[in-house]
């Protein structure tokens, strides 16, 4: 089926998210739609599934014009997505998640389950899927679970198939699997549109590439384009990804973790046996996909994480079994991954949140009691110091942009008087400019000689910001090697692969 | 077509990462609390004399035999078994396994019995077996339709906290509807339609208007107290006979059933609504789990975007449910009025709808359980009633506190695990 | 036990499959900011959606009152000979409601004297005294994130201490008083602080605790009314406690011949002490930040479960004093389990009403006060049962919740950033932590 997408255009209030995308995918092709985070891609097949509105613009499917109410619709005429955070209901079995919505039944509309484990079953066996019908999803792995999310899709003929950055959550050798699959779908002549921001699978996979910026689409290229012109078309200009630092100057302090055990309400055991050390002066990135324990290593620093055993010690004093309040007055600014939520108060003032946790202390608080002039003398500031957009320090941060949100963050976290800076993707939905200049902060913080743990999963910041890279894999170390080691033994690394082992097959 | 896809090897396998397990130690320590507790109870308020268990009715198939027994004895009996109960719970415990569920059985049982013993002891009268049930199942009927009701919206993600209102609404639109024309099934009916209105009441707020559910429901009981008692002082008082006298439905003994000793004239020597019920709670748990329209519910209850991505219409599918809901919460408020008494009394549901919601949740969102959670909660009530026949020492106040200590129980964690439907009380709000 | 307790990590499978699978009862605090989320939009309404709310209430209620008035029944019976009398019996009824209702809550014009025509306000004013008190305490509750539904329960066991002391010690005047409210004070911050306990260390919902609170408290009020030698009155089988002592009742501010007692002094320091609390201090600075965000509210090094209790103790203070001035102010001459006449849940109303700030909420309990002292001259003087009272009251609160509606029946226009605010409910942490309505940035929207 071919689909053809003619000048849609979306609005959120003022925010023009969609401005006439004009896009078509052959049956039988693989088109990729890459953008940075933010750039509109997400938005753009969510009307094409029928889940938003296009506020102009039509969709065709085989040059008929199609009306979509909902996602209904959508799937009737043939298209299927595989949706970036999974539409799966997890205390459901794989063949009722497959069912639903086009359940067959027996009378007296009685399920029939057998008939959706036979669907299962078969479409599995196609694709060479290793899936038990029966199986619960919540307790599949996130791998599995993806394929779930294909055997749905396809379980209703879909003719169009949607991935929507499936590779967020995969190591790479799943990343490689699900481009087999892909493959094998362009073979049975399905359209495929694939959305990503990494520039690796693109080249490896699509027939054709759009680029996406800003909600408008800005250009095309072929698969044979280089890295560096893909990222220019994206971010709209050359950029740069190393980050100027010279060699590190060792301090004296030093975080020393050993034999760390982070486990969850279950049991599973998230961070298994980690032990590592950072010197003052150097900058250790923890990298590794998503869901490997890295968040979890990250909040047991922060003594977020309440199954802790092991020994966390910074310059000799013992963090684990402390407060969070013990462990952020013995000198720890923690950077959050997710900063809507752990790091920001959205609707607190700015300023409110530049002292969020200060609230206690001179000379934000006398005896008990807020001192509004100083809160307010020291948000303006920060706000002038760390550059952040805002219109004024009244405004709650939930309306900042990313990058301002973070920098809010980064600027409570770097005006106390640290002894060890722990950061987990601190630039992830952040725009270029502002990536740069939050490299350049952690980067002036490890010259001030305080150890500086950095959480990350891409590849290239990892490389560009770090000192040395400790991988993780399955809660695991795979192992902790220089920034100057190549790029495709790390990437092997991220998959569970000794450095040595990687070494050698790289 | 041949797959080219990767060998299932390459799969990943769950349950890579390395688990320690996680065993409770909850049951053990609840045994041995109760059984410290009963034993104490013991100690302080011993009672002399005998307690006679009675079983037999007139008409039964055959006759068992009054049961006598020494009551401390018993007592002591009972505290020795819950004792070797709770011994074996530590046990496998610390063997790292699980507390089957029979021995929880059990315990209970052994505990009911050694209480009654310890109770009836030295009283003239004995403990009737059958009005024991008997009360227990009319006592529940309420509270048995409103969880019911309660476990369908909260399976689709609404939290109803307006059971109480529901069922206070049913009893009155059945008293007044019966009293009009005179037929308790138009009473029955008229309360159904009540239910289903203020489900839709709530539906409209709830999910069309997403305020909070807690906030809507705890404001349309305020409400639906108000109307009704507005309503009974200003219309039905003043023409009691016309508008608030009903027809009720009558007792039908199955024939047989009815014999059974104890059980038969407990259960099978009911009114309608009663059998409607005993129907009515496998039905909902087969709707819910074995059917289309249960799946689609439950989807919508776990997980609402998702559902929503395969195409279910998540708000429509949410009014349905709280229709279906008000309609089952109704007839347990036609109970009040068409089966247990004839007429309407401001506020008469007394709280029976709250007692539902604690039947929900410590039935843990199934319908089954819910219903057998209500029975026990209706079991509690009426045991009230027995103790101060036998004139045991129990303040009755405080049977009547203890469904609502062992819901606080239950949703502390301190006995099972409740996990509610992922979506409950969250509106859904699309992209 | 500990395993249990919330963690809101869960495994990563569990995590990517299903953003919104909680760990627990309601442990990992997501659903209670979006509840945060609905409180926040059902208190901003703004001010023609308030007045909105009153009209559509009272044209309810105005209904009700018409349709149930006799003589309205029979002018319908012969509307088509003479429909002007139809009018003039639903305007006598509906007038007639209504003008009892201001003469018995502001200002009776039919009284004699000035002084006995301003009565009726002082009587309101006492009436709102106790709203004003536990919507202060709800209203805490929900700042920080928590749903005090056990008013009631918390009431009876404030008004149980402090009736208790209030009867049975023997202490001079002043120093009475304060042991008495402090003791009602602590009760009814004990009581709230069950729930806060429950729910800090094992997730248990304070909605469901608390509403099973009431519940026990109203059994365990029985009981100890109904037992000798505890609170019954000696020599009596009735389960009612003794009058309080002299000592103990709170003085009438404007003399005997108005009910206004010192307890409406004390809510106004109240008023401004929880303003003061909320805006100005740092223990209300962290309520109100677990309250918007619980998460970044730990990371921030908030001790959450000591602040959860924190929260339940302080609003369940307050409540326990409203429940004081019950048994010391209002009704002096001993009480029964009926003793919290409601206010446990209006207060409830009250807070929504008052969009959970002190200066809200006092209005608000002005308001509700003035029904309630007007209801009861409906009551008496036209035989309008005052549970019209109780309709108007909830139907007010439902409309303000869902402003919406009330815009769509009056025809106001839809403020427009309302549909665009949200972020994706597919992920619910960063949408919740959004509470108040935002616009979208670039990577919110179109992420």
């Given at each position: 089926?071919?689909?053809e997408?003619r000048g849609?255009?979306k609005?959120f209030g003022s925010l023009?998210a ?10 039988g092709e693989?088109?990729?739609l890459l953008?940075?985070n933010?750039?509109?891609k997400?938005?753009l097949?969510?009307?094409?599934y029928?889940?938003?509105t296009a506020?102009?613009g ?6 008929e014009v199609q009306h979509f109410s909902?996602?209904?619709?959508a799937m009737?005429?043939?298209i299927g ?7 799966l209901?997890?205390?459901f079995?794989?063949?009722?998640n497959?069912m639903?919505?086009h359940?067959?039944?027996r009378g ?6 057998e008939a959706?484990?036979a669907?299962v079953?078969e479409i599995?066996?196609r ?8 199986a619960?999803?919540e307790?599949l792995?996130v791998g ?10 396809l379980?209703r003929?879909?003719k169009v198939l949607?991935?929507d950055?499936?590779?967020a ?5 799943e990343?490689?699997?699900?481009m087999a699959?892909m ?7 399905v ?6 921001h ?7 996979v699509?027939?054709?590439i759009t680029v996406?910026r800003r909600?408008?689409?800005v250009?095309?290229?072929?698969p ?5 012109e893909?990222?220019?078309l994206?971010v ?9 630092k ?11 973790v050993s ?6 309400a279950?049991?599973?055991v ?7 050390t950072?010197r003052?002066?150097?900058?250790l990135?923890v ?6 324990g ?8 922060a ?8 020994s966390?010690?910074?310059?000799g004093v ?11 007055d013995?000198?720890?600014g923690f950077v959050p ?9 959205g ?7 530049l ?9 934000f608080a006398?005896y008990?009691?807020?001192?509004l002039?100083?809160r ?12 952040i957009?805002t219109?004024?320090?009244d ?13 809010v963050v980064l ?14 993707q ?15 902060r952690?980067?002036e913080?490890?010259d001030a000689?305080?150890?500086v743990v950095?959480l ?10 770090g000192d040395?890279?400790?991988v993780?894999?399955r809660?695991r170390v795979v192992g902790?090697v ?9 990437g ?5 692969i000794?450095?040595?082992d990687a070494?050698?097959?790289a | 077509?041949?797959?080219?896809a990767p060998?299932?090897?390459a799969v990943?396998?769950a ?11 909850k049951a053990p ?7 410290g507790?009963f ?8 009672r002399?004399?005998d307690a006679t268990?009675r079983?037999?009715?007139v008409?039964?198939?055959f006759t068992?035999p009054n049961a006598?027994v020494p009551?401390m004895a ?6 020795v078994i819950?004792?070797?109960?709770t011994?074996?719970a ?6 790292r396994?699980?507390?089957p569920?029979?021995i929880s059985?059990?315990f209970a049982?052994?505990f ?6 310890w109770?009836?002891?030295?009283s003239?009268s004995d403990?009737p077996?059958v009005r024991?049930i008997g ?5 529940s009927?309420p ?8 476990v369908?919206?909260e ?7 307006a ?6 609404a ?9 009293s009009?024309?005179?037929?308790p ?26 305020v909070?559910?807690v906030?809507?429901g705890?404001?349309l ?15 039905l008082?003043?023409n009691?006979?016309?508008?608030n006298d ?10 047989l059933l009815?014999k059974?000793?104890?059980i038969?004239p407990?259960l099978?020597n ?5 059998y409607v019920?005993?129907l009515t709670v496998?039905?909902v ?5 074995r059917?289309r329209w249960g799946l689609?519910v439950?989807a ?6 998702a559902?929503?991505t395969?195409?279910?219409?998540v708000?429509?599918t ?5 229709v ?5 919460a109704g007839v ?5 009025t068409?089966?247990?008494?004839s007429?309407f009394?401001?506020?008469?549901t007394a709280?029976a ?10 039935g843990?969102w199934?319908p089954?359980r819910?219903a ?12 009230e009633?027995?103790?101060?026949i036998?004139?045991a020492p ?7 506190m203890l469904?609502y ?5 239950a949703?502390?964690?301190?006995v099972?695990r409740s996990r509610?439907p992922a979506a409950?009380g969250v509106?859904?709000?699309?992209e | 036990?500990?395993?249990e307790?919330s ?5 990563a499978?569990a995590?990517a ?11 990992d605090?997501?659903p209670?900011r ?9 208190t ?6 308030a ?15 018409a349709?149930t008035?006799?003589?309205?029944q ?10 002007a ?5 639903v305007g006598d009824?509906v007038?007639g ?6 003469r018995g809550a502001?200002?009776n014009y039919?009284?004699d004297?000035f ?6 306000l002082?009587q ?8 004003i008190?536990a919507?202060?305490g709800v209203a805490i509750?929900?700042r920080?994130g ?5 008013g009631?329960g ?13 009867f049975s010690?023997?202490?001079?005047a002043?120093l009475?008083?304060?042991v008495a ?5 602590v ?5 709230a602080?069950?729930?806060g ?7 248990a919902?304070e909605v ?5 609170l009431?519940?026990i408290a109203f059994?365990?009020l029985s009981?100890l009314?109904?037992t000798p030698g505890l609170?019954?009155?000696p ?8 009058p309080m002592a002299?000592?103990a ?6 003399g005997p011949q108005?009910?206004?007692?010192l ?8 008023v401004?002490l929880?303003?003061?609390l909320?805006?100005?201090s740092s223990?209300g600075?962290?309520?109100r930040?677990i ?6 509210g730990?990371?921030?090094g908030?001790n ?6 924190g ?5 369940g ?9 019950q048994v010391l102010?209002?009704?002096?001459n001993?009480?029964?389990s009926?003793?919290?006449?409601g206010?446990g849940f209006d207060a409830?109303t009250?807070?929504l009403?008052g969009?959970?700030q002190p ?6 309990s002005?308001?509700f006060?003035?029904?309630?002292a ?5 009551q008496a ?8 009272v109780?309709?108007v009251?909830?139907l007010i609160?439902?409309f303000?919740a869902?402003p919406p509606?009330?815009r769509a029946i009056f025809r106001?226009?839809?403020p427009?950033?309302h549909r ?5 409910p597919r ?7 959004m509470?108040?309505?935002t616009?979208?940035?670039a990577?919110?929207a179109?992420?």
């Amino acid at each position: 089926m071919r689909l053809e997408l003619r000048g849609i255009t979306k609005r959120f209030g003022s925010l023009v998210a969609n401005d006439h995308i004009d896009l078509v995918v052959e049956p039988g092709e693989i088109h990729c739609l890459l953008g940075e985070n933010g750039a509109g891609k997400s938005t753009l097949m969510n009307v094409l599934y029928g889940l938003y509105t296009a506020d102009e613009g039509e969709i065709l499917l085989d040059d008929e014009v199609q009306h979509f109410s909902g996602p209904g619709d959508a799937m009737a005429a043939g298209i299927g997505m595989v949706h970036q955070h999974f539409m799966l209901i997890p205390v459901f079995t794989v063949a009722e998640n497959v069912m639903l919505g086009h359940e067959q039944t027996r009378g007296g509309g009685r399920l029939d389950l057998e008939a959706g484990r036979a669907k299962v079953r078969e479409i599995a066996d196609r694709f060479g899927f290793h899936v038990d019908p029966d199986a619960l999803v919540e307790e599949l792995p996130v791998g599995v679970q993806q394929r779930v999310e294909i055997i749905k899709a396809l379980s209703r003929d879909a003719k169009v198939l949607v991935f929507d950055e499936p590779t967020a959550v995969l190591t790479p050798q799943e990343t490689d699997e699900l481009m087999a699959i892909m493959r094998q779908l362009k073979s049975e002549g399905v359209a495929i549109v694939f959305i990503t921001h990494k520039l690796r699978e693109v080249r490896e996979v699509a027939d054709r590439i759009t680029v996406v910026r800003r909600g408008a689409i800005v250009g095309e290229a072929s698969p044979g384009a280089s890295d560096a012109e893909l990222a220019a078309l994206m971010v709209g200009r050359a950029v740069e990804l190393t980050v100027h630092k010279e060699a590190p100057q060792y301090g004296t302090s030093e975080l020393v973790v050993s034999h760390l055990d982070v486990s969850d309400a279950r049991g599973t055991v998230l961070v298994d046996d980690v032990s590592f050390t950072v010197r003052g002066g150097e900058v250790l990135v923890v990298a590794g996909v998503q869901g490997n324990g890295q968040t979890e290593l990250a909040e047991a620093l922060a003594g977020l994480q309440s199954s802790v055993s092991g020994s966390i010690t910074l310059d000799g004093v013992e963090l684990v079994g402390r407060s969070v309040r013990q462990i952020i007055d013995a000198g720890l600014g923690f950077v959050p991954e997710d900063r809507g939520v752990d790091g920001l108060v959205g609707s607190f003032t700015v300023a409110e949140n530049l002292m969020l946790n200060r609230a206690d202390e001179a000379p934000f608080a006398r005896y008990g009691l807020l001192q509004l002039k100083a809160r307010d003398q020291f948000a303006h500031d920060k706000v002038d110091e760390f550059d952040i957009r805002t219109q004024g320090i009244d405004v709650p941060a939930g309306r900042l942009s990313g990058g301002n949100q973070q920098k809010v963050v980064l600027a409570r976290e770097l005006s106390r008087k640290l002894r060890l800076l722990v950061a987990a993707q601190p630039t992830r939905g952040v725009d270029v400019g502002s990536i740069e200049f939050i490299h350049k902060r952690i980067v002036e913080t490890r010259d001030a000689g305080i150890p500086v743990v950095v959480l990350a999963t891409e590849l290239d910041e990892a490389v560009a910001l770090g000192d040395r890279i400790l991988v993780m894999y399955r809660g695991r170390v795979v192992g902790i090697v220089p920034a100057t080691t190549p790029r495709d033994v790390i990437g092997l690394m991220m998959a569970g692969i000794a450095p040595d082992d990687a070494g050698a097959a790289a | 077509m041949t797959a080219l896809a990767p060998a299932p090897a390459a799969v990943p396998d769950a349950g890579e990462h390395r688990r320690v397990q996680v065993i409770s130690r909850k049951a053990p320590i609840a045994f041995a609390i109760v059984t410290g507790l009963f034993a104490i109870l013991l100690l302080a308020v011993p009672r002399e004399g005998d307690a006679t268990f009675r079983f037999a009715t007139v008409g039964d198939l055959f006759t068992i035999p009054n049961a006598t027994v020494p009551g401390m004895a018993t007592a002591w009996t009972a505290v020795v078994i819950m004792g070797l109960a709770t011994v074996a719970a530590f046990v496998l415990v610390a063997r790292r396994r699980r507390v089957p569920g029979w021995i929880s059985l059990v315990f209970a049982f052994v505990f009911l019995v050694g209480f009654l013993a310890w109770a009836a002891a030295g009283s003239p009268s004995d403990i009737p077996a059958v009005r024991l049930i008997g009360g227990s199942v009319l006592l529940s009927v309420p509270i048995v339709f409103g969880a019911l009701g309660g476990v369908i919206g909260e399976r689709a993600g609404v939290v109803n906290i307006a059971i109480e209102g529901q069922l206070l609404a049913g009893a009155f639109t059945g008293a007044f509807v019966g009293s009009v024309t005179g037929s308790p099934w138009a009473g029955l009916v008229a309360a159904i339609v009540s239910g289903v209105l203020v489900a839709l009441v709530l539906g409209v707020f709830a999910i069309t208007y997403k305020v909070n559910q807690v906030i809507v429901g705890v404001v349309l009981n305020v409400l639906v107290i108000g109307m009704t008692s507005f309503l009974y002082s200003q219309v039905l008082v003043p023409n009691a006979e016309r508008f608030n006298d009903t027809e009720r439905f009558s007792r039908i003994a199955i024939p047989l059933l009815s014999k059974i000793p104890v059980i038969g004239p407990a259960l099978f020597n009911q009114t309608i609504v009663v059998y409607v019920m005993y129907l009515t709670v496998p039905a909902v748990w087969f709707a819910l789990m074995r059917t289309r329209w249960g799946l689609r519910v439950r989807a919508v209850g776990e997980h609402p975007s998702a559902a929503d991505t395969v195409g279910i219409k998540v708000e429509r599918t949410r009014y349905r449910a709280l229709v279906i809901a008000g309609a089952i919460a109704g007839v347990g408020g036609a109970f009040y009025t068409v089966v247990s008494v004839s007429s309407f009394g401001k506020e008469m549901t007394a709280g029976a709808g709250f007692i539902a919601l604690a039947a929900v949740i410590f039935g843990k969102w199934d319908p089954i359980r819910a219903a057998l959670a209500a029975l026990l909660f209706g079991f509690a009530s009426n045991l009230e009633g027995a103790l101060s026949i036998v004139g045991a020492p129990v303040p009755s106040q405080f049977m009547l506190m203890l469904p609502y200590v062992v819901t606080i129980l239950a949703v502390a964690g301190l006995v099972g695990r409740s996990r509610a439907p992922a979506a409950d009380g969250v509106p859904y709000i699309k992209e | 036990m500990s395993a249990e307790q919330s963690a809101p990590s869960g495994d990563a499978a569990a995590r990517a499959v299903a953003p919104t699978s909680p760990e627990s009862g309601g442990g990992d605090g997501g659903p209670d900011r979006r509840w945060q989320e609905a409180i926040a939009r059902a208190t901003s309404g703004g001010w023609a959606v308030a007045v909105g709310a009153v009209l559509l209430a009272v044209l309810a209620g105005s209904i009700m009152i018409a349709v149930t008035d006799p003589e309205v029944q029979d002018a319908a019976s012969y509307f088509f000979s003479r429909p002007a009398d139809l009018l003039k019996a639903v305007g006598d009824a509906v007038g007639g409601a209504y003008s009892a209702l201001f003469r018995g809550a502001v200002y009776n014009y039919n009284a004699d004297t000035f002084a006995k025509s301003i009565r009726p306000l002082t009587q309101s004013l006492t009436y709102a005294t106790p709203l004003i008190l536990a919507g202060l305490g709800v209203a805490i509750g929900f700042r920080s994130g928590m749903f005090n539904i056990g008013g009631q329960g918390q009431m009876l066991m404030s008004a149980a201490a402090a009736g208790w002391v209030g009867f049975s010690f023997d202490l001079p005047a002043g120093l009475h008083i304060v042991v008495a409210v402090a003791a009602g004070v602590v009760a009814g911050a004990l009581w709230a602080g069950i729930a806060g306990v429950l729910k800090a260390t094992t997730g248990a919902h304070e909605v469901i605790v608390t509403i099973m609170l009431n519940y026990i408290a109203f059994y365990l009020l029985s009981y100890l009314l109904a037992t000798p030698g505890l609170l019954q009155a000696p020599g009596s089988a009735n389960p009612k406690t003794p009058p309080m002592a002299s000592t103990a009742i709170l003085p009438r501010i404007f003399g005997p011949q108005y009910p206004l007692h010192l307890g409406f002094l004390l809510a106004l320091v109240a008023v401004v002490l929880v303003w003061f609390l909320l805006n100005r201090s740092s223990l209300g600075f962290r309520f109100r930040m677990i309250g918007e965000n619980q998460f970044a509210g730990r990371v921030a090094g908030v001790n959450v479960s000591r602040t959860i209790i924190g929260s339940m103790l302080v609003g369940g203070a307050l409540i326990g004093a409203a429940g004081s001035t019950q048994v010391l102010g209002l009704i002096t001459n001993g009480f029964g389990s009926d003793i919290d006449a409601g206010v446990g849940f209006d207060a409830i109303t009250v807070a929504l009403l008052g969009s959970s700030q002190p200066v809200g909420v006092f209005f608000a309990s002005l308001l509700f006060g003035a029904f309630k002292a007007g209801g009861s001259a409906m009551q008496a003087g036209e035989g309008i049962p005052i549970e019209i009272v109780l309709v108007v009251q909830s139907l007010i609160v439902l409309f303000i919740a869902a402003p919406p509606l009330v815009r769509a029946i009056f025809r106001l226009p839809q403020p427009e950033k309302h549909r665009t605010g949200k972020k994706k409910p597919r992920e619910p942490k960063a949408a919740a932590a959004m509470a108040a309505p935002t616009t979208p940035t670039a990577d919110g929207a179109a992420r």
